[in-house]
């Protein structure tokens, strides 16, 4: 392993790189299905051609577009457009907490630009590699790896929908391919009795609070499953980590 | 609303993506955060894919489903029964996809 900022070699020729873009792999079938879906949805509210493209490749927030369609086809106020995506990006600002002891100490506009890519998975993904959360030279890589893979599985079904929009049928429930891939990630998330009774208390609390507006209830759900997974580290004290006390 | 304003709407969206990813990147010193905070944390992500994935397999426009007869519950049994058993993503999409369509376009559900 090469020194920090000695190496030349471009990122892309890192093993880590391939390591993020292979275990991104395994759920592009779902990211794609997804990105497909959020086109079609795109193109069918009415958004112009131009501007449905503008917004797919900009914007890079499938429940977020999602949530501002049709408030932009009703004619909403951009405020009220603006605040409903706020809303339901919220979790980003808890999982970029999550990303500041990993990347901290890197320039500012590369802070900035890893965080506008980094979509949920590409979270989930890296923070299950990457478990102890202090930086390592190959995390860059592989991020970027992730990160990739992410975006081509997301944005050419998603510019294929809406360039294709009404030769796709949505009620095949094609999208479920997506949340099935959440699944078998959620599945591979489940280390012990402590994450599994965390993800049953936030499977009930998504549920009990779906009626809440702008998908707070996905907030609601982390939030309980965090008050419940510190109670139970709580309670059985196995294992003193001393890296969390450093630094 | 015009071009004009859903292009700046937009253009608002793409920026309030930056933002909320990047929100706690930002900042040059540390904020003070919790030690059990930063603990409890590890459980986010579980928490924020269940989330999404609970309402999908068992709700109909906010409802509970109250019937077996659902494509989507057979498709979540057969892709949970291949991911225990091969431990592998795609297939799980793979397998649970291929009943939901089979269910749905061949028997009607």
Request: proline fraction near 7%; charge should be positive; include cysteine.
């Amino acid at each position: 392993m090469s020194l920090l900022g000695t190496t030349p070699a471009p990122l892309w020729r890192h093993p880590a790189f391939a390591r993020g873009a292979r275990e991104m792999s395994g759920v592009a079938l779902g990211i794609a299905a997804w990105g497909l879906l959020t086109g079609v949805a795109m193109a069918k509210s009415g958004l112009p051609l131009p501007l449905a493209l503008l917004m797919s490749l900009i914007v890079f927030a499938g429940s977020a577009q999602l949530a501002a369609l049709p408030l932009m086809a009703g004619g909403a106020p951009i405020w009220v457009v603006w605040a409903t995506a706020l809303c339901v990006n919220l979790r980003f600002v808890i999982f970029s907490a999550g990303w500041r002891p990993y990347f901290a100490h890197l320039p500012f506009w590369q802070r900035l630009r890893m965080g506008y890519f980094t979509a949920d998975l590409n979270y989930v993904i890296f923070m299950r590699r990457f478990t102890e959360p202090r930086p390592e030279p190959e995390q860059v890589p592989y991020f970027w790896g992730g990160v990739v893979t992410n975006w081509c599985a997301w944005q050419l079904p998603s510019l294929a929908g809406i360039l294709l929009a009404d030769r796709i049928p949505t009620s095949w429930g094609l999208g479920f391919a997506g949340t099935l891939a959440l699944l078998g990630l959620m599945y591979s998330l489940v280390a012990d009795r402590a994450t599994l009774v965390a993800a049953a208390v936030a499977s009930c609390a998504a549920v009990a609070a779906y009626a809440l507006p702008l998908k707070l209830n996905i907030v609601v759900a982390i939030a309980a499953a965090v008050a419940v997974g510190l109670l139970i580290d709580h309670q059985t004290p196995r294992r003193v980590q001393p890296e969390d006390d450093l630094t | 609303m015009t071009a004009g304003e859903t292009a700046v709407t937009i253009i608002g969206l793409a920026l309030l993506t930056v933002l909320t990813r990047a929100f706690f990147l930002l900042p040059e010193r540390d904020l003070p955060m919790p030690a059990w905070l930063q603990q409890g944390l590890r459980y986010a992500p579980l928490a924020a894919l269940v989330a999404v994935v609970a309402p999908e397999v068992v709700m109909t426009q906010g409802q509970l489903i109250g019937t077996w007869h659902d494509a989507r519950l057979p498709a979540v049994a057969v892709a949970s029964a291949y991911y225990f058993w091969r431990r592998g993503i795609l297939g799980t999409i793979v397998s649970g996809t291929a009943v939901l369509l089979t269910l749905k376009l061949g028997w009607g559900w």
